[in-house]
T-cell receptor
């Protein structure tokens, strides 16, 4: 089974709808991240969480909210979707330690807002 | 404002050739420089990383060259193979705050057989 899973994998929705993207991990990492990927813009950080009670905004948090339901679960919500939120969304966990700093990404959710 | 600038946006290389992707940064408060590889339909995965106290790191056919004074680093893929065809992202880790990563814009590499 994949260590970081995301649901749904694909979603088409309409402007103004509320959308939730879910992420689960079995790696046991405390740190979790949400990024969006756009052609020509790379990966940009939306929100990150160091544990259930520690949630922080990233570079582009406007229009998004998150919930850390448990160490293993981190959800991203778009309260009222707009077309420029059409993108590929990735969840990631992070492992740091002696000489190690690795982010483990899920397979992504392709979101289209019409 | 893009913290890490990456070029080229796309690259086509013949099998057996050398692929070179370049990145540059302005902020001196970065302390770790990873490269991530992303295959179509997959999430990025760590490929290789370097710290600024060394000028080169090699893992198999992949080498990072790091020039601290120029604030530039590059990925070299020797003997490029069709299986290397993917999108590559450079990144830089901030020394301050939450030590977050700032990613480059990505390079789509195609290796022609």
């Amino acid at each position: 089974d994949a260590d970081v899973t995301q649901t749904p994998r694909n979603r088409i929705t309409k402007t103004g709808k509320r959308i939730m993207l879910e992420c689960s991990q079995t790696k046991g990492h405390d740190r979790m991240y949400w990024y969006r990927q756009d052609p020509g813009l790379g990966l940009r950080l939306i929100y990150y969480s160091f544990d259930v009670k520690d949630i922080n905004k990233g570079e582009i948090s406007d229009g998004y909210s998150v919930s850390r339901q448990a160490q293993a679960k981190f959800s991203l919500s778009l309260e009222s979707a707009i077309p420029n939120q059409t993108a590929l969304y990735f969840c990631a966990t992070r492992e740091t330690g002696m000489g190690t700093d690795t982010q483990y990404f899920g397979p992504g959710t392709r979101l289209t807002v019409l | 404002q893009q913290q890490v600038k990456q070029s080229p946006q796309s690259l086509i290389v013949q099998k057996g050739g050398i692929s070179i992707i370049n990145c540059a940064y302005e902020n001196t408060a970065f302390d770790y420089f990873p490269w991530y590889q992303q295959f179509p339909g997959k999430g990025p995965a760590l490929l290789i990383a370097i710290r600024p106290d060394v000028s080169e790191k090699k893992e198999g056919r992949f080498t990072i060259s790091f020039n601290k004074s120029a604030k530039q680093f590059s990925l070299h893929i020797m003997d490029s193979q069709p299986g290397d065809s993917a999108t590559y992202f450079c990144a830089a880790r901030s020394k301050t705050g939450a030590n977050n990563l700032f990613f480059g814009t990505g390079t789509r590499l195609t290796v022609i057989p």
